[in-house]
């Protein structure tokens, strides 16, 4: 794997995951079918709709492979059906999105040629945590923790 000038800082440690992802989004460009949207319906609320005419449930797969989002469709043919045009397009497919750490999908429906995948995104707390300096004569290995934000209920717990 060939680092790009952005991972070659010493100051990004741990980031190769992320480099791995940015791998697979360059050999998943594809040939733009089928047409989508990304828009936003609420506060942390997300959805993707994809335009499926012609594809039914049985049709269609969604899977969640390493934060990656892949929906996969693939017609079942009719031998009965003689087409004199063939305008629409029923051709296999594969569409991945790569999702944030966290992001869930909350569902999917097919409405009218239209699939609608609806992700959550968690409200992000932020988080502290102090680490604790050792001296010589001290050899605790005592770390604190904190976070800041609301703390958990009783029933999160």
């Known amino acids: 794997m060939t680092r790009g000038p952005l991972f070659n800082s010493p100051l990004l440690l741990?980031?190769?995951q992320l480099e791995q992802?940015?791998?697979?989004?360059?050999?998943?460009?594809?040939?733009?079918?089928?047409?989508?949207?990304?828009?936003?319906?609420?506060?942390?609320r997300l959805r993707i709709t994809l335009?499926?005419?012609?594809?039914?449930?049985?049709?269609?797969?969604?899977?969640?492979?390493?934060?990656?989002?892949?929906?996969?469709?693939?017609?079942?043919?009719?031998?009965?059906r003689v087409f004199l045009h063939r305008g629409v397009a029923s051709r296999q497919f594969q569409r991945s999105f790569m999702l944030?750490?966290?992001i869930e999908v909350a569902?999917?429906?097919l409405d009218n040629g239209l699939l609608n995948i609806d992700l959550v995104?968690?409200?992000?707390?932020?988080?502290?945590?102090?680490?604790?300096?050792?001296?010589?004569?001290?050899a605790s290995t005592d770390m604190t923790a904190k976070r800041a934000g609301p703390?958990?209920?009783d029933d999160e717990r």
Do not use: W
């Not at 039914?56 to 469709?73: A, F, M, P, T």
């Open 14 to 16: 741990g980031f190769d």
């Open 21 to 44: 992802a940015l791998d697979r989004l360059q050999k998943t460009g594809g040939d733009g079918y089928p047409p989508y949207n990304v828009e936003q319906i609420g506060e942390g």
């Open 51 to 80: 335009a499926v005419a012609g594809f039914s449930e049985d049709d269609l797969s969604i899977q969640i492979e390493n934060n990656q989002l892949v929906i996969r469709g693939k017609q079942h043919e009719d031998g009965e």
């Open 100 to 102: 944030a750490e966290g």
């Open 107 to 109: 569902g999917a429906r």
């Open 121 to 138: 995104r968690p409200i992000e707390q932020t988080r502290i945590r102090t680490i604790a300096i050792q001296s010589p004569g001290n």
């Open 151 to 153: 703390s958990p209920s």
